[in-house]
Nanobody
């Protein structure tokens, strides 16, 4: 079991930047991977980016080159740096911790990008 708490969401104009943080209640090394997902109104939750315990990262095509996922193991925190934001990035962003067949989720943080 783990508690995940996201922060850093908000309202930003198109072209702007935000950095999301996800603080975990346990060491990140307890999990195979950490990730960020998002869900826009009326749409399914989708993967944004993941990072493994070994530091390997993976991104959705829609955010490649604009978003960067990173982790600070000493702080048990995962980050998502979001640059060149677009209105279509508007969604609730969720932190995820994955271990074998178990998935853990944070409550989410709202990101709204105005045009």
């Amino acid at each position: 079991q783990v508690q995940l708490v996201e922060s850093g969401g908000g309202l930003v104009q198109a072209g702007g930047s935000l950095r999301l943080s996800c603080a975990a209640s346990r060491s990140l090394f307890n999990f195979n991977a950490m990730g960020w997902y998002r869900q826009a109104p009326g749409k399914q939750r989708e993967l944004v980016a993941t990072i493994t315990s070994g530091g390997y990262s993976n991104y959705a095509d829609s955010v490649k080159g604009r978003f960067t996922i990173s982790r600070d193991n000493a702080k048990n925190t995962v980050y998502l740096q979001m640059n060149s934001l677009k209105p279509e990035d508007t969604a609730v962003y969720y932190c995820n911790a994955y271990k074998f067949v178990a998935n853990y989720w944070g409550p989410g943080t709202q990101v709204t990008v105005s045009s």
